[in-house]
T-cell receptor
Framework: ETGVTQTPRHLVMGMTNKKSLKCEQH?????MYWYKQSAKKPLELMFV???????ENNSVPSRFSPECPNSSHLFLHLHTLQPEDSALYLC?????????????FGPGTRLTVL | SQKIEQNSEALNIQEGKTATLTCNYTNYSPAYLQWYRQDPGRGPVFLLLIRENEKEKRKERLKVTFDTTLKQSLFHITASQPADSATYLC??????????FGAGTRLFVKA
């Protein structure tokens, strides 16, 4: 596989469920990002990891918990979500955080919280 | 707060015409601006980057301009085709090394 992959592509969960989103990049990049995209709103940066270390937490509620075990993999653990958390969750990577010029995005996970 | 604004109304143009999309930024001076294309149900794809000391950048049928006086970037697609129909996002990096995005402008090119 090439580029940035995300699984699952679609996820429906209840407010009491726990689930995880997975992202993998095959580009040899050192920075990885989680974004939230709601309808007709700009992409909202959630978390940034650079060389496996979290460098940004953009005031994200604790019901979202990121994990970056290595530079190629990024997870977003979800628990007790709210209906307003329904959105497209996008993972991206770039060479590193400071260069950060071009970001490569995955196809996203469409999340619906019932 | 630092912000990027794009025209939220969809742009409808006829095939063969030039599409022009606008990106305005406020409360900061970006070192560069980027343009991405996003198709429905997919992640954004990088198209072009223009730096603050560059007035214009071209790539095939695409042209981007950067006017630091107007605090604006224009994105042009010449000889537009129905396959160019998509949402186009403007983005830039703030002083805090965060990339911020505009909400995007939806482009429809009619055959």
């Amino acid at each position: 596989e090439t580029g940035v992959t995300q699984t699952p592509r679609h996820l429906v969960m209840g407010m009491t469920n726990k689930k995880s989103l997975k992202c993998e990049q095959h580009l040899g990049h050192n920075a990885m990002y989680w974004y939230k995209q709601s309808a007709k709103k700009p992409l909202e940066l959630m978390f940034v990891y650079n060389f496996k270390e979290q460098t940004e937490n953009n005031s994200v509620p604790s019901r979202f918990s990121p994990e970056c075990p290595n530079s190629s993999h990024l997870f977003l653990h979800l628990h007790t979500l709210q209906p307003e958390d329904s959105a497209l969750y996008l993972c991206a990577s770039s060479q590193d955080r400071l260069a950060g010029t071009e970001q490569f995005f995955g196809p996203g996970t469409r999340l619906t919280v019932l | 707060s630092q912000k990027i604004e794009q025209n939220s109304e969809a742009l409808n143009i006829q095939e063969g015409k030039t599409a022009t999309l606008t990106c305005n930024y406020t409360n900061y001076s970006p070192a560069y601006l980027q343009w991405y294309r996003q198709d429905p149900g997919r992640g954004p794809v990088f198209l072009l980057l223009i730096r603050e000391n560059e007035k214009e950048k071209r790539k095939e049928r695409l042209k981007v301009t950067f006017d630091t006086t107007l605090k604006q970037s224009l994105f042009h697609i010449t000889a537009s085709q129905p396959a160019d129909s998509a949402t186009y996002l403007c983005a830039s990096r703030t002083g805090g090394f965060k990339t911020i995005f505009g909400a995007g402008t939806r482009l429809f090119v009619k055959a």
